[in-house]
């Protein structure tokens, strides 16, 4: 079946760091490929999206670039904040498909 | 514009016990999900309605939970006799519809504790 793989956390970095969460997925033929975000407390947030292969998502600083040539769609951003502290989530859609179907997430922490 | 509310936003219940979250999708949205997201793991699609239909309980433990989504809107989640195992966020979501181009919106979900 399809599936999402994340790189297993906490990921704890000092603020201004460069950030990479890994993500790669399986899947029967192309998914739509998301990132979500999940500050304490608080429900899902969609942080970007993309659609097609080569296809960059970005918002907040943040950026991923959907690769099918190694099912990947790695998080980055160039400089974290103490403020991007929160669990993010990389999820598909498949192409025909309605439902998102997650990884387990990654935790990321960020001192000041 | 008001996202999807969830309610109530914490329980805590003994096992065996009854329990029900409601939701309310943003207005004008076809599509409504409940996910249950057990810690330390990604959120698991319980039921998908489209409208007021099913599209995808496949994976709804169906011994014990139910939903329904009267009149298309709002939708109640039931777990009844609740299991240890159930404790986990339980989150609702919306969209315009289920094709994979529309965004997804989730509440802030509601988290339950079975003891």
């Known amino acids: 079946g399809n599936s999402v793989t994340q790189m297993e956390g906490p990921v704890t970095l000092s603020e201004e760091a460069f950030l990479t969460i890994n993500c790669t997925y399986t899947?029967?033929?192309?998914?739509?490929l998301f990132w979500y975000v999940q500050y304490p407390g608080e429900g899902l947030q969609l942080l970007l999206k993309?659609?097609?292969?080569?296809d960059k998502g970005s918002n907040k600083g943040f950026e991923a670039t959907y690769r099918k040539e190694t099912t990947s769609f790695h998080l980055e951003k160039g400089s974290v904040q103490v403020s991007d502290s929160a669990v993010y989530f990389c999820?598909?859609?498949?192409?025909?498909?309605?439902?998102?179907?997650f990884g387990a997430g990654t935790i990321l922490r960020v001192k000041s | 514009e008001a996202g999807v509310a969830q309610s109530p936003r914490y329980k805590i219940i003994e096992k065996r016990q009854s329990v029900a979250f409601w939701c309310n999708p943003i207005?004008?949205?076809?599509?409504l999900y409940w996910y249950q997201q057990i810690l330390g793991q990604g959120p698991k699609l319980l039921i998908q309605?489209?409208?007021?239909?099913?599209?995808?309980d496949s994976q709804l433990p169906k011994d014990r939970f139910s939903a329904e989504r009267l009149k298309g809107v709002d939708s109640t989640l039931k777990i009844q006799p609740a299991k240890l195992e159930d404790s986990a966020v339980y989150l609702c979501?919306?969209?315009?519809?289920?094709?994979?181009?529309?965004?997804?919106?989730f509440g802030e979900g509601s988290w339950l504790t079975v003891v």
């Open positions: 979501a919306s969209s315009l519809q289920g094709a994979p181009g529309n965004t997804i919106y």
């Open positions: 899947a029967t033929g192309y998914p739509s």
């Open positions: 993309a659609t097609k292969a080569d």
């Open positions: 999820a598909l859609i498949m192409e025909y498909g309605n439902k998102l179907v």
């Open positions: 207005s004008g949205h076809a599509t």
């Open positions: 309605f489209q409208n007021n239909g099913v599209v995808d």
